[in-house]
């Protein structure tokens, strides 16, 4: 059984990947033929929509509860909602580029979630509740869409900007791009270095215990006050430079800060490499992607990605999270830094929707709101994670 | 300003009124496309705010009726509640004083967070006033706006003046051969029928609409909006809202706090998941479980029980409101202990008596077989310090006793000293040995007791708030307007969102320039 469920998820994994190689070359191709080509990439996306579900359903089977309980279960099941909304807004749109683009970052998505650890763990009381799914699920489809919404306004500044509209933008868009590389680069070394079991560990107090923190890259920074159990050597390199500070508490924050600084270092090498090899920016070499493209259509497409998954988030991530929260700790709302950045994330996307509405923010403002609540949504998943350990189980 | 609101077709507007009521022609030849796209949203009505703007309590309106004011708000909201998560509230800290907790932990930048109140900042008045301030905006916002716009859309014409029809975001025009007419109206609005609109026609004029309830999901939120605000308002309420903590051990039976009722702890228990038990990382917990009945004295003093649960994380007692949490667990706190009386010659049992740790009198004798034990000290928490005994704290964790063991009819007997988890060495010529025998441990269940009162006006509120963003979201209001003058037709379309599938769907009518090329 836990075989299939292993072969389930890499079949996920090649299903996107094809899917998004098929749509970035329907998106390059001109030919009258791109019609065929890109109905089979739609057709791919779909297979591994299911293929995934497939393997949802056997982790059930397994494991007795829907897999949205820890850091890997949750950001593969956010990447199945972006897919999900991708397939939904495709239905409205017909946009084979949307594809291009979004397809990839599915593909970066679930490469991220195989980094943290996948066993399939027992739930603890808090978690043994319908509305673990419920609240999560909803949460993380509204969470889809405006991933969608990001990709479109994403594109839709790489129009403007890559025709020489929007100059102005091109610093500020182009360290987007680079940011979106380092997350890339740290899928990328982390899933190389957990291939070859690459194993690091330290001890250090936390309140009184005694906690060991396992590190699978090779450790930049050590925790707090720590001392090192055992560390492999990697092309020499021995040991960590410098410790984190005292304020990050939360758990594994050492060896997840250990992994952002890869994601920086390793981003930049794989941007220094790309810049050597073309020397273009990135919106330039992806501009020919999207030249085609009408930008009032790519502002619509944006738009109705917020405007679908708003009402969904409202829903999952601030009224059955409030039911949910009501049972199983005895309060509707309790400002623990998720639920608070829950919250800052509702209030952006409600404050993007009036300014669309009665400030008339379209085009590159729009685009850049739909970047900014995409990054809060990152922040959330990521930093919060990092800096606090608050009550959420993947917090 | 405009100063003659009176349109060209007769028509008599109030001040203030951008399109014409009745016609809809642009009351100003001058207003930009831009203008009128915008107007559209209210349907180029006269809104309060818009019309009077001189004594301040129209200069208070006309703030709290500003998106532009409502969105500062917002954003004000939004980047005070990330600075409070920069640091843990006050009530995620492991320490009681927070006035000295968050500058020895975080340094300067933790005692400002302190002082500016952003260690508690959702109970601080800023955090109030912002949130009553976006209350009373929405109010405010909602009526100056609804009203306006439920007339206008009760009141529409059908037939619409040619500017007005010209000047929408998607319009067409064209030739029409003389007698056409009737005809062309007619085609069209079965055409529009059998895409599901509604359609009115006039003579020479028709106007189809669809999904105009849509136009109320935005107001309908705020509604719900304001529901959930007066719900958080309420909770300033004396009574309203209790939220207080008791520990119950098993067999205890002990008063909620603040309430007249009491709880009994008839057990609590722990289970893991069997697959974890072995394992390197520990046990995983499974259940917390504690048996509890609910009791309320009555008139007379006596307690009568009222109902009873196993309440469980995520399964909490309910009683009329009064909810009780089981929130924490702890395991094996020693109650008592069992201590048997050994000849110390013959090594013979002579009994075994029990002590209870939280009943311990001067006074007490405990009588085994022909012999009376007493309590002459009593230490639970034993250590020497300077060669006495003390004890550290009240917690039982290694008690120790000084008993006198009597025989019958005797007045004075000889003491010995027993310490748990320790031999110690009582002085040779002592008869009896008193030894540890066993304890009595019990859980300790750690009850969260809380009533919110307000919680079904915040489901009500979030249910009507839903139901407000699934219309105003998942639906748009389209109309289309068609005019034949002199030979010409003038059709006009206007969504309030959703542009490309307005288009599309009048493509499929007949007007297919209207899909660019590349939305084919
Ligand atoms: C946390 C507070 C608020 C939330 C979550 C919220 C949410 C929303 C949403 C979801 C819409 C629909 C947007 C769309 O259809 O694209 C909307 C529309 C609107 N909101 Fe708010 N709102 C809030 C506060 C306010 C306040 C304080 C005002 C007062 C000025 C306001 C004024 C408006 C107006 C005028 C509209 C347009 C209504 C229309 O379609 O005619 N909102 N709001």
Redesign the interface.
Known sequence: MTTIMNNLLYGTFIFYFVSAIVFIVVATNTKKRSQRWGKIAVTLGIAGVVIHIGFMITRIVIGGHFPTSNMFEFIAFLCFALVVAFIVIFA??RSYVLGAFVMPLAVVLLAYAAVFPRDI??L???L??HWLYIHVTTAALGQGAFAVAFVAGLIYLIYQVGSGAKQKHAKYLEMTLVVMVMFLGFSIASLLFQTFGYQASFTHQI?DNQIVEEYHLPPIVAPNDSKAVEVSSFLGFKGPLFETPS?MKGEHAASKFNSVIWGIVVGLILYAIYRLIIRKNLYQLLYPLVK???PE?LD?IS??GI??G??LF??GA??FA??WA???????W????KE??A??TW??Y??YL??R????WVGMKSAWLAVGGFVIIMVNLIV?NLV?S?LHSYA | MIENTKCECGHNNPIGTVLCEHCGRPLDEGYSNEKLDKEMRYEGKARRSLTYQSSIIDQVWNFFSSVKIAIVLIVITLIMSGIGTIFPQEQFIPSSSPNTYYEQTYGTLGKWFYQLGFSDMYSTWWFATMMSMIGISLVVCSLDRVIPLYRALKNQKVTKSTVFIERQRISVQQAVSEGENTNQIDELAEKLSSKRYHVRKEKDALLAEKGRFSRWGPYINHIGLIIFLVGILLRYLPGWNLDDYVWVQEGQTVRVPQTQYYVKNEGSTVEYYKETEKSQKGPVVRKYRTKAVLYEKNGSGKLIPVTQKSILVNDPLDYQGLKLYQSDFRAGDLTGLNLSIMDRKTNQNLGVFSVDLSNITSSQIYKVGNLQVKIKDYYPDFAIENNVPVTKSQDPNRPAFLFETMEKNQPKGENSLVISGMDFPNPETNKYNIQLAGFDMVNTAGLMVRIEKSLYIYLFGGIVSMFGLVMGFYWQHRRVWVRIVDGKLYMGAHTNKNWFALRRELSQIGFSHLVKETEK
Do not use: C, V
């Open positions: 409205i749109y763990q027992p603890i009381p808090a043994q509740s309140e304020w085609k493209l009408d259509l619509e738009y109705r405007a679908i708003y009402p409202t829903l601030l009224i409030m039911i009501n049972e199983a700790w005895g309060r509707p309790g400002w623990d830094p608070t950045w919250f800052i209030m952006f409600s404050a009036h300014l509405l009665s400030r008339g919060i606090i608050g």
